[in-house]
Nanobody
Framework: DVQLVESGGGSVQPGGSLRLSCTVS????????MGWFRQAPGKEREGVAI?????????YYADSVEGRFTISHDGAKHTLFLSMNTLKPEDTGMYYC??????????????????????WGQGTQVTVS
C-alpha cells in the first residue's frame, strides 16, 4: 500500500529554495517518528532530517544540511514538510519521506538510519544545477 506521497521536487539553481511535502494516509497517522532521506546516484541513502512527533517535536539534521533545511509536521493536515534553503549541487538526489512503525519512538541514533523505517514514499527528485 502507498501510504506516503511526496511532492514539491524540481530543478533549481544553486542558492534556490524548495519545500517538499509528504501526505500521510490514515493507516499510519499514528506514527510518531518520521524523516526525510535522500539518495544521489552511486551513493547510499542518507538521513537528512528527522522529527520526533511524539517526543515534543525534537529534530535531528545531518551536518551537511544543518542551518539550511527545516523539517516540520502539521498534524491537522497530516503532512510532513521539508523546507530547503540555499540549495547546493550536492543536495541533488531523490528525496524520500519515511515513517517508523506506528508507536515506534525516534531512538536517538538508530532513527538516523534508513533501516529504522518501515514505510516509504515513492520519492521526489530534487536537482540543483
Amino acid at each position: 500500500d502507498v501510504q506516503l506521497v511526496e511532492s514539491g521536487g524540481g530543478s533549481v539553481q544553486p542558492g534556490g529554495s524548495l519545500r517538499l511535502s509528504c501526505t500521510v494516509s490514515n493507516l499510519i497517522r499514528s506514527t510518531i517518528c518520521m524523516g526525510w532521506f535522500r539518495q544521489a546516484p552511486g551513493k547510499e541513502r542518507e538521513g537528512v532530517a528527522i522529527v520526533y512527533i511524539g517526543g515534543g517535536g525534537s529534530t535531528y539534521y545531518a551536518d551537511s544540511v544543518e542551518g539550511r533545511f527545516t523539517i516540520s509536521h502539521d498534524g491537522a493536515k497530516h503532512t510532513l514538510f521539508l523546507s530547503m534553503n540555499t540549495l547546493k549541487p550536492e543536495d541533488t538526489g531523490m528525496y524520500y519521506c519515511a515513517a517508523a512503525a506506528p508507536g515506534q519512538i525516534c531512538a536517538p541514533k538508530a532513527a538516523r538510519e534508513s533501516a529504522y523505517y518501515t514505510r516509504w514514499g515513492q520519492g521526489t527528485q530534487v536537482t540543483v544545477s
